[in-house]
């Protein structure tokens, strides 16, 4: 199947530095990427689409300015969360669709964030 | 509106004693469903998915599933739980109409006991 790559896998920051999570789809290309976020024992939340060459489309109540998120190729999407804050900690999944009327979404391993 | 449901949060079972997940979702066409596992610290693997055909549905890991349309469940199965087989997982449905997006349940967390 697909393999989606998701790096880093952890990380650590100071609370008001920013990160960048790469989520790279190695074997197909993804005009359109999404990105996850996990709270503690509860789901995957959807936090928003990454289109590739234009502006990504975010769900209601996540901040824009905070998840930066970059679509530049057709096989990398990068979401930065900047200035982050503990609250910002948690685990982040990114998923890209080969397309083509594949409906299965393949998932990164995702990144642990800590902010301290 | 869609939604997933897994109405149980945690479940604790024997290894070797047969395992249910039960998954009910709200959708207004036919679905397509999936099953994902995810063990701790790592990011989600595919256990099976339901498109269309058979209703009984084989997965990796001798996981199987049904699904049943009056019932609005697909449920997952596995006949002998192996202690490896402790995770965490989540039934999804979609992608949603026009888009690539998923729903997915609140998740089972599975504990085998030895």
């Known amino acids: 199947g697909a393999v989606v790559s998701q790096h880093p896998s952890r990380v650590i920051c100071k609370s008001g530095t920013s990160v960048k999570i790469e989520c790279r789809s190695l074997?197909?290309?993804?005009?359109?990427m999404f990105w996850y976020r996990q709270f503690p024992k509860k789901s995957l939340m959807l936090m928003a689409t990454s289109n590739e060459g234009s502006k990504a489309t975010y769900e209601q109540g996540v901040e824009k300015d905070k998840f930066l998120i970059n679509h530049a190729s057709l096989t990398l999407s990068t979401l930065t969360v900047t200035s982050a804050h503990p609250e910002d900690s948690s685990f982040y999944i990114c998923?890209?669709?080969?397309?083509?009327?594949?409906?299965?979404?393949?998932f990164g391993q995702g990144t642990r964030l800590t902010v301290v | 509106a869609q939604s997933v449901t897994q109405p149980d949060i945690h479940i604790t079972v024997s290894e070797g004693a047969s395992l249910e997940l039960r998954c009910n979702y709200s959708?207004?066409?036919?679905?397509?469903l999936f099953w994902y596992v995810q063990s701790p610290g790592q990011g989600l693997q595919l256990l099976l998915k339901?498109?269309?055909?058979?209703?009984l549905v084989q997965g990796i890991k001798g996981f199987e599933a049904e699904f049943k349309r009056s019932q609005s469940s697909f449920n997952l199965r596995k006949p002998s739980v192996h202690w490896s087989d402790a995770a965490e997982y989540f039934c999804a449905v979609g992608p949603l109409s026009g888009t690539y997006k998923y729903i997915f349940g609140t998740g089972t967390r599975l504990k085998v006991l030895a």
């Open positions: 959708y207004g066409a036919t679905p397509y």
């Open positions: 998923s890209a669709n080969p397309g083509q009327g594949n409906t299965e979404a393949f």
């Open positions: 339901y498109f269309s055909g058979d209703t």
């Open positions: 074997d197909f290309q993804a005009t359109t």
